[in-house]
């Protein structure tokens, strides 16, 4: 008989390899997947893993693009991932971000036609400001009423989506926009756009906020009190409360970062790449940086791989739209596989599989 | 804006049609988190029964069996979530989620050669001269077999919870798995048999989406209706009378924004939208603060992890 024994303490190897046996498991049966559909399986992992970054001539439109898309994932993951360390389950980072890039813009719109160095900067504060204040719904009242955070952040989610929609055809409608929804663009004035730093590379400010991020929280949570007693209270609350550990600050401060960054990722969201505020700015980054949160392990390096590999998935899976037709559904149902072979190998962290007969009590 | 144009019995009668989905999915996940389980991948699982029902239902052009297979392909989708979260013991938010996200990658990938194509009808059950009751005849005897169904499944829950003793053994293992366990319950198989019932549960909502309600498939065609199902379970406080009201609340409300954006009114229709999400928020925090009446906190086990010690 097989069987499931704890071990003693997780097993850090195991826990270091488990995304690298997960990615080789998704090939193989992502390859699998492909050869059903009539493709080569070989082939269809290559166009997306391997051309966006080293085949030309798409390399050189890809490797920026990786940049431009891990960024927001990595900003995003990294708060969650803090909140995650101290089981507060904060899977709204989607309304967050679309609420910090509406805040963010709308500062900046305040100001046209202005021309001002300061406006990025304080686009990129009330973007922070707008994450955190929808973050703080969803802790306000877990802290004053124990009202469970997970429901209440998605469900923010979708109240945020129909105040994007509402705003987009509303209030911050470009007046010379002919009646279209949408607001102006803020990647073509000169005071809000968030530029691409170096030519080519595909690095604007957000990217740059991401790395900062990814310092930022291996500092906190390896070198400083408050990250020691963020995991604490994840790992043993008892322990914490004795230990004099506030809950009630912890679950505040965890919900307030991640609404922070995910709203600062919306802002270089609207102000570089997508340009605009519309009814479909969402893409779903909210939603995929949790992912990103799961497969770097929570750790903030970690992180910064999986945002990337993550990335590579979006540009290899659009690639291989354009040069194989795969459907674009294809390249979801490859992230979601991920996170089921990693979520499924990570059993072997905590456990070990014993084979032989069950030993009587 | 013209309201004449409202008819208060074809309102209710598309109310009862358009809740129809949500209503079975929430009350599936019902059972499920009265079992302790969160399954945050009903609309990956209800756009996987949306599919399936219509492929089989395209393909064999009898509905029913298009309902049937529905509900098999979302008990068997829910079945991957239960062996990841019960027998590997992964981290049920996370493994809901990545349902959700598998059902709609693999949902359009089946689902595209499908694109654009006209399900077979489901006819409307005939009660004779009692469908021309003005009023009532439309709203009471005017649907077809699965609006009847989904409301005899209403009943049939609330019995199982309330009366028997699967109900009272689900209910247990919910509310405090280890002493379930001490007492001889198989805590894993309960759950998995509850999963698997949410599971058939939401793709039948999903298969009455692409069979009844539209009909036809589009990716992505459930547009959150699973999350809307999520809701409404905890806008009932997990009791199955109250799924009832909850769901046609809500169905009710979307039916409202399409007869008032009919009529002509555009501004505030996405706050109108929005208020079915507020109204759950504001329910949560009335539960949770105990100061209302009749409320009842979650399961204790909900989304906590089980482990056999011995």
Redesign the interface.
Known sequence: MIRLEKRPSPNRRVAAMTPVIAVILTMIAGGAMFGLLGQNPFEAIKVIFWDPLFTEPFASYSRPQLMVKAGPLILIAIGLSIGFKAGIWNIGAEGQYIMGAIFGAAAGLAFYPMDSALIFPLMVICGALGGWLWAMIPAFLKVRFGTNEILVSLMLVYVAENFLASVSSGVLRNPEGMGFPGSRNLSKWASSANIELFEGTGMHWGVVAAFIAVIGAYVLMTRHLLGFHVRLIGEAPRAAKFAGVQPARIVIFCLGLAGALAGMAGLFEVSGPSGQITIDFASGYGFTAIIVAFLGRLHPVGILLAGLLMALTYIGGELAQLMLGLPAASIQLFQGMLLFFLLGVDVFTNYRLRIGRTEVA | MDFSSINPALLVAALMVSSTPILLAALGEMVVERAGV?N?GVEGMMIMGAVTGFVVGFNTEIPALGFVAAAGSGALFAL?FGL?TQV????Q???G???T?????????IG?PYEGMKAPSLPKIDFGPLSDIPFFGRVLFGHDAIVYLSLGMVAAVWYVLRHTRIGLILKAVGENHDAAHSLGYKVVRIRLAAIAFGGACAGLGGAYLSLVRLPQWT?GMTA?AG?IA??IV?FASWRAGRVLVGAYLFGGLTVLQLNLQAAGMT?GV??L??SP??I??LV??LI??GRFKGAHS?PASL?RLF?VT?
């Open positions: 969160l945050l991957l990841l590997l013991l992964s981290n938010v996370a493994t989620l990545g349902l996200l598998m059902g709609l990658g693999l949902s359009s990938l595209k990716e959150g999350w999520l809701a905890v501004a996405q706050y939208s929005m999400y507020l759950t928020i949560l925090v949770t603060s979650a989304g482990e011995r």
